[in-house]
């Protein structure tokens, strides 16, 4: 019988050694420090989320663009046609991610879109899930 073994990455086994930075920024000393795989690639998620395409210097197709969206009329096609490019690009650009589910909400009344996934990673057998609101304030 076959066992399904969950694999640690080796940089999660050094607690001393910091993969990232949460975001947004809100510690003492600026930058909060992520020590786990996990967790970082949701932060990666959510900085991915919030840059628009064209952001990125060197990579132009980088970002899912939700703050441009958020001037157009919010409809179920818009949302369907937002929900396509965010996997495919979550699938581009996370190699590792496994999407579960994404559900995208759209609230023409105060102008935002509601995101949430939930994602695995496909090594690590964990996973784990975000939520995002944009709104035009």
Same mark, same amino acid.
């Given at each position: 019988?076959?066992? $399904?073994?969950?694999?640690?990455?080796?940089?999660?086994?050094?607690?001393?050694?910091?993969? $990232?930075?949460?975001?947004?920024?809100?510690?003492?000393?600026?930058? /909060?420090?992520?020590? /786990?795989?996990?967790?970082?690639?949701?932060? *990666?998620?959510?900085?991915?989320?919030?840059?628009?395409?064209?952001?990125?210097?060197?990579?132009? *197709?980088? $970002?899912?663009?939700?703050?441009?969206?958020?001037?157009?009329?919010?409809? %179920?096609? &818009?949302? &369907?046609?937002?929900?396509?490019?965010?996997?495919? %690009?979550?699938?581009?650009?996370?190699?590792?991610?496994?999407?579960?589910?994404?559900?995208?909400? $759209?609230?023409?009344? &105060? *102008?935002?879109?509601?995101?949430?996934?939930?994602?695995?990673?496909? *090594?690590?057998?964990?996973? &784990?899930?975000?939520?995002?609101?944009?709104?035009?304030?």
């Amino acid at each position: 019988m076959a066992y $399904g073994i969950k694999q640690i990455p080796i940089v999660d086994l050094q607690p001393s050694t910091a993969l $990232g930075v949460t975001i947004p920024f809100q510690s003492p000393s600026v930058f /909060t420090s992520v020590y /786990t795989t996990l967790e970082q690639t949701k932060y *990666n998620i959510i900085n991915f989320m919030l840059t628009d395409r064209r952001e990125r210097p060197f990579n132009p *197709n980088f $970002g899912a663009g939700l703050r441009s969206r958020l001037f157009e009329q919010i409809t %179920q096609d &818009d949302l &369907d046609s937002l929900k396509q490019t965010i996997s495919n %690009q979550i699938e581009a650009y996370f190699p590792n991610v496994l999407v579960n589910s994404l559900n995208i909400l $759209g609230s023409p009344d &105060d *102008n935002s879109i509601s995101i949430t996934l939930t994602y695995s990673l496909k *090594n690590i057998k964990s996973s &784990d899930s975000l939520v995002l609101k944009i709104q035009n304030v």
